[in-house]
């Protein structure tokens, strides 16, 4: 069994930072992309960022110059650092990873979310 544990949400202000991880646990042979995606109320899932094993990046445009994704391989854990944040980002944000447990065995599992409010 595979698990994402995120942590690192809360309330800030405008303008404000913050910063979440995400840590892998469990039957891991390998992991490949990882990446953050959020959901504001009432809005479909969006993909905020991603990164490959090998440190490769994509952002929404929305984010691009804010928000920077970086990951420990040794940790097993993806970041997501987040500046000059508005309010209408604010939204549960989820991490996911493509994981492989074998050659043969590979799983794209979700964490449970963490929210961030953004709001003065």
């Known amino acids: 069994q595979v698990q994402l544990v995120e942590s690192g949400g809360g309330s800030v202000q405008p303008g404000g930072s913050l910063r979440l991880s995400c840590a892998a646990s469990?039957?891991?042979?390998?992991?490949?992309?990882m990446g953050w995606y959020r959901q504001a109320p009432g809005k479909e899932r969006e993909l905020v960022a991603t990164?490959?094993?090998?440190?490769?990046?994509n952002y929404a445009d929305s984010v691009k110059g804010r928000f920077t994704i970086s990951r420990d391989n040794a940790k097993n854990t993806v970041y997501l650092q987040m500046n000059s944040l508005k309010p209408e980002e604010t939204a549960v944000y989820y991490c996911?990873?493509?994981?492989?447990?074998?050659?043969?065995?590979?799983?794209?599992?979700w964490g449970q979310g963490t929210l961030v409010t953004v709001s003065s």
């Open positions: 996911n990873a493509h994981i492989l447990q074998s050659y043969i065995r590979s799983l794209d599992v």
């Open positions: 469990g039957s891991i042979f390998r992991i490949d992309d």
């Open positions: 990164i490959t094993s090998g440190g490769s990046t």
